[in-house]
């Protein structure tokens, strides 16, 4: 309590990141992620993703340490869990500095700096309740009420691709107290620290099963961050578990859905191309172009084209030739008449045939060609496929 008070810089960017955290999790279609999850294949389950956890808030009064105090139990855990790389939240705040003025929106900004660090999830949590309730059992008149603390804590998971709320949920634990510390609380004090103490602990264990099974799950993404001629960098280190030789896939970004609080969320757009990695660094790594999508697709489309200018010669010279072939037999049908007609009228002079003018040829259709160039930029995203 009194170290936020002596920052209040920090404290102002801890309600801020809590809020805009928390922000992110209304009204969110789950369109977009459910079409990353399509995308995987099944080596995105290997990978191990990073993870920011932000500080713990409370929603109630006096609790402010103790979430804090939660929400590093539960780092820690996951830490030693494995399957995921903790990024400690002052480099997602350093990271927020770098930001330019032009992102001006809350979330799109945590999300931006959360691409800078190759993040995959942003963890947020609060304590949303602490409260006393009473076990009612047996008959009216012989009833039992046993009286029973219990805590409530709110989890989001943000896919930072995205920007979707990828998974939420409330949950809730609880211990049974004496009738003493159940007439204390309702006289207006405080819960034991015990009590409390237990409530906390009691809730590591069913958080962290539900944020390795729902991250686990998630599908795996890097990021460009720099592009120096054919050498570009990107956001995937030893801690990733890709091997040097691998080669991923760079998307631009796509079709932009409007969520119900506003904002643009974006689909995968068109396939840039391939890259290879080729120097790892701790957590990034340089890579260099395989294939450009651009290229292959240009060929593909000249490809189409001279086909399409192929088919569309040998039409017109099938046409051209059944306007010959009729034209010819017009004229002999002509002839043929001329001839009869002098024949029934003898003397009246030599034969005259009526001259058909030559079919003019038809204009060739024109074939369009792409010049849409795709090139590799910071901040498209990178996948396995």
Request: with cysteine.
């Amino acid at each position: 309590m009194h170290r936020f008070k002596c920052h209040p810089r920090l404290l102002a960017t801890l309600l801020l990141v809590g809020l805009a955290l928390t922000a992110l999790g209304c009204g969110f279609t789950q369109t977009v992620s459910d079409y990353w999850h399509d995308m995987m294949d099944s080596q995105d389950t290997n990978l191990r993703k990073r993870v920011v956890v932000a500080p713990f808030l409370s929603r109630l009064p006096g609790l402010e340490a103790q979430a804090k105090a939660l929400g590093l139990a539960i780092s820690q855990r996951m830490e030693k869990q494995g399957g995921m790389v903790l990024v400690e939240f002052k480099d997602l705040r350093q990271a927020l500095t770098q930001v330019g003025p032009r992102v001006q929106n809350s979330e799109d900004r945590i999300v931006a700096a959360a691409r800078t660090l190759g993040l995959n999830t942003v963890l947020s949590g609060a304590v949303v309740n602490l409260a006393m309730q009473y076990d009612k059992t047996g008959i009216y008149g012989f009833r039992d009420n046993q009286p029973f603390a219990l805590m409530e804590l709110d989890l989001k998971l943000i896919d930072v691709a995205t920007g979707v709320l990828l998974a939420e949920t409330t949950l809730t634990t609880r211990t049974e107290i004496t009738e003493t510390e159940a007439s204390n609380v309702r006289l207006g004090q405080p819960f034991p620290p015990k009590v409390v103490g237990k409530l906390q602990g009691d809730l590591v264990a069913p958080a962290l099963h539900w944020i390795s099974q729902n991250i686990s799950a998630q599908a795996w993404v890097g990021f460009i961050l720099a592009v120096d001629g054919n050498r570009i960098k990107v956001t995937v280190g030893r801690d990733t578990g890709l091997p040097l030789g691998a080669e991923l896939v760079a998307y631009t970004r796509g079709e932009a859905i409007k969520s119900g609080s506003g904002r643009l969320l974006y689909l995968p757009g068109p396939v840039v191309g391939r890259i290879k990695l080729v120097k790892f660094e701790a957590r990034s790594a340089w890579a260099e172009p395989v294939s450009l999508a651009a290229d292959e697709a240009e060929k593909a489309e000249k490809a189409k084209a001279e086909e399409a200018r192929k088919e569309a010669e040998a039409k017109a010279k099938q046409e051209e030739q059944a306007a010959k072939e009729k034209q010819e037999e017009l004229q002999a049908q002509e002839a043929k008449a001329a001839v009869a007609q002098a024949a029934a009228k003898p003397g009246s002079g030599s034969m005259a045939f009526k001259a058909v003018p030559d079919p003019q040829p038809k204009p060739q259709p024109k074939v369009r060609t792409v010049t849409r160039r795709l090139t590799f930029e910071p901040g498209q995203v990178l996948r396995t496929r």
